[in-house]
Every structure is written in structure tokens, then in C-alpha cells.
């Protein structure tokens, strides 16, 4: 089903309508996640894809909408190239899969005891584990929104609009 | 529960249609609309290697969420530049996309 959502998030004419499969493919992963007892990924996923990313993609969308109206082809030319080496990597991706010895390997039981959010937010702050790619992240965020607002202020605001 | 290779292939599988997406979309936005499914696919294999590995190492966990960092990042900046490009050319088609400047 998430599979079947992704497909149409490619294929769609609509664009709109490819933000809202786009947002049933993230439930799906988000799923996916909580049945992976990674609770913790599945709530920053439902918030920050579904909440933000999603939400930010409309935006953009109805922004720059005037143009792509359903009209013309949403495929460039070369879409059969693309096709071929999407399958090309989906088909090597799965031999190389079934190359290696642990593909089939099933999970042991889930420690009841283990409690996984407060150990990854010890590991994301303690100084002997991961606190500074969780900067460099931060940081990383910090400079790309200020980025985005520097590049996508209209400096002639109001008369341009349309 | 079922194996491991489940997971992989259905990330594969979703890996593969985001590269389709943005090989043969012409709108810059669903461009980045793949570039967002193959962002997910990983987190996909990495959350999928961490269950399966040793729960207690959280390092599959860690390095998602930065995944995660790295995306919104990514996105929004990708929005940014075609909200800019849409304001000075009129268009978000990236094969009209051909000049650096203007």
C-alpha cells in the first residue's frame, strides 16, 4: 500500500495530488517505524515530514502553481531512461540482497526492559556519544533556514506577487 | 516477525521509485518529492538495521533523526530555490532552467 502511494507520488499529473500520496507514503513509513519499535522515529516522522515537510511542499506547490496546470506532459523526455534505471538499481539492489548471507535473518525479541527513547536521548547528549553530529546537525538547520529565508524574500514585496 | 529482507526490499523498492521520480519529472517540486523518498527509504534501512541488529546500540537511531536534520534542511532550501527561480523566470520546469544568471 505504501508502495502503491509512492508509485502514484511519481506518476500523478496533479501536483497537489502528489504532495497528498506523498503524505500517505510517510504514514506508511511512519508505520513501518512503530512496527520496527522505533517509537521514537515514528512520531518525529508523523511531525516533522507529515507536519512540516508535507505542509512546506503545498506551500511551494500553490507558490509556483500557474504554470502546471495539468497541462503538458509531467514526464520530460528521457522518462523510459529513468524507468530503465530505476529497475536496473531496484533488480541490483535485490541480488546484491540475496548475496549476502544475512538477508533473512529475523529479529531477536525485543528487550522488555530497554527503554530506547531515553537511551537515544542520552546517546544524543552525552559527550562520549553523539552530541557533536547533533550540533553540526542544528547548526546545519540553522544556516539552511536562514538560507531559505535570505533566498525566498522578495525584496519588491506586495506589487509582485502575482 | 518477519526477516529482515522484507524491510530491505520494500526500502529498496521505494528507493527506486524516488529515483525514477526524479529522473523523469519535469517539475522541480516532484523532483524533490522523489529526493524525499529516497531519503526515506534509508531511514527505512536504518531504523529495519537497527531492530535487527543489537537494539541496545542506538547508533541506527542517532544517525536517522540527523537523516531526518539533513532532509528538512535539504527541502527547504530546494523550495526556497524554486520559489526564486519561479519569481525570476516564471517557470518551474527544469528543462527551462538552463541560464546562471540572468
New interface residues.
Given amino acids: 500500500m505504501?508502495?502503491f502511494a509512492?508509485?502514484r507520488?511519481?506518476t500523478t499529473g496533479n501536483?497537489v495530488h502528489?504532495?497528498l500520496w506523498?503524505i500517505a507514503?510517510?504514514f506508511g513509513?511512519a508505520v513501518?517505524?512503530a512496527i520496527?519499535?522505533?517509537s521514537?522515529?515514528a512520531v518525529?516522522?508523523v511531525v516533522?515530514?507529515i507536519g512540516?515537510?508535507s505542509i512546506?511542499?503545498i506551500?511551494?506547490?500553490m507558490?509556483?502553481r500557474k504554470?502546471?496546470r495539468d497541462r503538458g506532459?509531467?514526464?520530460?523526455r528521457?522518462?523510459w531512461?529513468?524507468?530503465l534505471?530505476?529497475?536496473i538499481?531496484?533488480v541490483g539492489?535485490?541480488l546484491l540482497?540475496?548475496g549476502w548471507n544475512?538477508?533473512?535473518?529475523?529479529?531477536?525479541v525485543?528487550?522488555s526492559d530497554?527503554d530506547?527513547v531515553g537511551?537515544?536521548g542520552n546517546?544524543?547528549i552525552s559527550p562520549d556519544?553523539?552530541v557533536l553530529?547533533?550540533e553540526v546537525?542544528?547548526v546545519?538547520?540553522v544556516?539552511?533556514?536562514i538560507?531559505?529565508?535570505y533566498?525566498?524574500f522578495?525584496p519588491r514585496s506586495g506589487d509582485?506577487s502575482k | 516477525?518477519?526477516?529482515?529482507?522484507w524491510?530491505?526490499?520494500?526500502a529498496?523498492?521505494?528507493?527506486?521509485?524516488?529515483?525514477?521520480?526524479?529522473?523523469?519529472?519535469?517539475?522541480a517540486?516532484?523532483i524533490?518529492?522523489?529526493v524525499?523518498?529516497m531519503l526515506?527509504s534509508v531511514?527505512?534501512n536504518l531504523?529495519?538495521f537497527?531492530?535487527?541488529g543489537d537494539?541496545?546500540n542506538?547508533?541506527g537511531?542517532?544517525f536517522?533523526?540527523?537523516v531526518?536534520?539533513?532532509?528538512?534542511?535539504?527541502?527547504?532550501?530546494g523550495?526556497?530555490?524554486?520559489?526564486?527561480i519561479?519569481?525570476q523566470r516564471?517557470?518551474?520546469?527544469?528543462?527551462d532552467i538552463d541560464m546562471l544568471k540572468f
Fill in positions: 505504501t508502495l509512492a508509485l507520488v511519481v501536483l502528489a504532495a506523498l507514503t510517510l513509513i513501518t517505524f520496527l519499535n522505533a521514537f522515529l518525529v516522522q516533522v515530514y512540516a515537510i512546506l511542499f506551500f511551494a506547490v507558490l509556483t504554470e502546471m506532459p509531467q514526464m520530460n528521457n522518462w531512461f529513468g524507468a534505471l530505476a529497475a538499481t531496484f539492489l535485490v540482497l540475496y544475512g538477508v533473512s535473518k529475523t529479529a531477536s525485543y528487550p530497554f530506547a537511551a537515544l546517546a544524543l556519544a553523539y553530529p547533533f546537525a542544528s546545519l538547520l544556516a539552511a533556514l538560507g531559505a529565508v533566498v525566498a522578495n509582485s | 516477525m518477519v526477516p529482515l529482507s524491510y530491505l526490499i520494500f529498496a523498492a521505494l528507493f527506486s521509485i524516488g529515483l525514477f521520480g526524479v529522473l523523469a519529472r519535469r517539475n517540486v516532484a524533490l518529492l522523489g524525499e523518498l526515506n531511514n527505512v531504523a529495519a537497527w531492530r535487527y537494539v541496545t542506538i547508533a537511531q542517532v536517522a533523526i540527523i531526518f536534520a539533513v532532509a528538512a534542511a535539504e527541502v527547504s532550501v523550495l526556497a530555490l524554486v520559489i526564486s519561479y519569481r516564471n517557470t518551474v520546469i527544469a528543462d
